[in-house]
């Protein structure tokens, strides 16, 4: 993951003086927020899976149905069916393109979660300061929490734009798979009966 900003962590100028009694309780929030981090970190990583699997799944769509589609034999069927016939293999071809329509959504959205974006990394160059390795433990251990809490904060929010995406390419995906299923179904069975073109 890219470093979106360098956000540093911030001494506590106001005291250098050894305490271990100020911040009694960093220790056990320092540890949470670093668990906190991993747990966003791990989260990312599963939305961007989940939206690599069904962006395969779209294409491999479009090369498993594309070729099964009896395209040769709509013209015919145009000069052969009645009205009867020919409204319902337009109605059928329109709930076809609205499934194209629905996998090209499907897609967008799925490549909003996947792409790669900014986001906030521990800035480990800034914990060499010599104005924080003067600093008691505690006080460390505060800024570091303060540090990890703006990171948190910033990667959640891309990772629940990310998610939402995915979301919405999911359900996409699934009615546009139904619908093109049904069409192509349908498609074959009612232009079986003509000879190929």
Known sequence: MKNKDKTKVKPNKKST??????????????EVSMNEYAKERERTNTIENKANVFISVIIALFTIYIPIIPF?????????FNKIGIACVTAVLCVMV??????????VNLY?????????????????????LVQSENNVKRALIDHYNTILIGNAKI???KADAVSVGIKYSIIAFALLSLSAIALIIMLGGIGNV
């Open 17 to 30: 003086v050894k305490c271990s009694s100020k911040y009694p309780a960093a220790s056990i929030l320092l």
């Open 112 to 132: 909003k979660g996947y792409k790669i974006k900014p986001y906030l990394r521990v800035e480990f160059s800034s914990l060499n300061d010599e104005n924080i």
């Open 72 to 80: 040769s034999k709509l013209f015919a069927a145009y000069s052969i």
């Open 98 to 107: 609205l499934s194209v329509i629905f996998l090209i959504i499907a897609f």
């Open 159 to 161: 990772n629940n734009e």
